[in-house]
Nanobody, 120 residues
Framework: QVRLVESGGGLVQPGGSLRLSCEPF????????TAWYRQAPGKERERVAI????????EYADSVKGRFTISRDDPKSTVYLQMNSLKPEDTAVYYC?????????????WGQGTQVTVSS
């Protein structure tokens, strides 16, 4: 059984920065395509960024381009989301979603979410 754990959320003032981390725990072989999603109260969950394995590319939502950076540390099997120039509208629960190759093949997992609040 694999579980994804996000960390790094918190309260930050507008214009500030946070770095989120997503790390799998359990028995697995590789962390493949990994994405960050967010869901604000009363809104649908939206994909913020995705990073694919093996140089497969990176994509961002228009709302975060130029401010957020997704990256991965393959030896640590960890994916990061560096968030700069944060705005109040970035306030949401941020979720990690990943395709993980394990003993039973490739499966898709969600983390439990981490709260990001941007407020003065």
């Amino acid at each position: 059984q694999v579980r994804l754990v996000e960390s790094g959320g918190g309260l930050v003032q507008p214009g500030g920065s946070l770095r989120l981390s997503c790390e799998p725990f359990g028995a697995f072989f590789s962390l493949d395509a990994t994405a960050w999603y967010r869901q604000a109260p009363g809104k649908e969950r939206e994909r913020v960024a995705i990073i694919r394995s093996g140089g497969g590319g990176i994509e961002y939502a228009d709302s975060v381009k130029g401010r957020f950076t997704i990256s991965r540390d393959d030896p640590k099997s960890t994916v990061y989301l560096q968030m700069n120039s944060l705005k109040p509208e970035d306030t949401a629960v941020y979720y990690c979603n990943a395709d993980i190759f394990g003993p039973t093949g490739q499966e898709n997992y969600w983390g439990q979410g981490t709260q990001v609040t941007v407020s003065s």
